[in-house]
């Protein structure tokens, strides 16, 4: 079947560096998505993996690991308005393979 | 720009009372998605269009329905609301073919008294 984890909250300084890690498991695998969503407001891109591999963009990189089902969004120098839920989602390969399966989010709390 | 809009951002109904929750998108892209979002949960897909091709989920209840009229535009239908609907409800694109990502609507958040 299919699965995704990650953790249901972490909290940081402001100016650090997070790592949110993120877990999945399917038969078939076809790409790797991290979507930013605060409070009340709808999901936004951030980032695709589908080779292994770090992605960086600004101060958000994505690393994948197809081979362990894993994948982290890195933050760095954290910002207040980072604070927001990050949702991981995969995509599966076959039929229906533009959907996407999302995991619950982990809320991220930036501090002073 | 391009985008993903729905309207309202904020529907107050009554039990049992039926609403329409409407998404319109200006990317012409070919899948469009209705997600259900319940606090601190993954967002839940109820259904899907691609192009015409409706696509329901095996779980999503029976007073859930959906219209697409055109390529722009597509409806959610609450038949009957239950308290058990309150959420936010998030209209997604995609192109359709592997290689693309989702596209999301600000959302409606439905608030059933």
């Known amino acids: 079947g299919q699965n995704i984890d990650q953790p249901t909250e972490m909290t940081a300084t402001e100016g650090a560096i997070v790592q949110i890690n993120c877990t999945y498991q399917?038969?078939?695998?076809?790409?790797l998505f991290w979507y930013q969503q605060h409070a009340g407001e709808a999901p936004t891109f951030l980032s695709y993996?589908?080779?292994?591999g770090l992605e960086e963009k600004g101060r958000f990189s994505s690393f994948l690991s197809r081979s362990k089902g894993y994948s982290y969004l890195l933050l760095k120098e954290l910002q207040m308005k980072d604070s927001a839920s990050y949702l991981c989602a995969f995509r599966d390969s076959g039929a229906g393979s533009y959907q996407l399966t999302f995991g619950k989010g982990t809320k991220l709390s930036v501090i002073p | 720009d391009a985008m993903v809009i729905q309207n309202p951002r904020y529907q107050v109904t009554q039990f049992g009372k039926p609403v329409t929750l409407s998404c319109s998108q200006t990317?012409?892209?070919?899948?469009m998605y209705w997600y259900q979002q319940k606090s601190s949960q993954a967002p839940k897909l109820l259904f899907h269009?691609?192009?015409?091709?409706?696509?329901n989920e095996a779980d999503t209840p029976d007073n859930f329905q959906s219209r697409r009229p055109n390529t722009s535009f597509c409806f959610l239908d609450i038949r009957s609301p239950g308290l058990g609907d309150a959420a936010m409800y998030l209209c997604?694109?995609?192109?359709?073919?592997?290689?693309?990502?989702?596209?999301f609507g600000p959302g409606t958040r439905l608030t059933v008294l």
């Open positions: 990317l012409n892209h070919n899948v």
């Open positions: 993996n589908v080779l292994d």
């Open positions: 269009y691609y192009d015409k091709d409706f696509n």
């Open positions: 399917t038969s078939g695998f076809n790409g």
């Open positions: 997604a694109t995609s192109r359709g073919e592997t290689g693309g990502g989702q596209f």
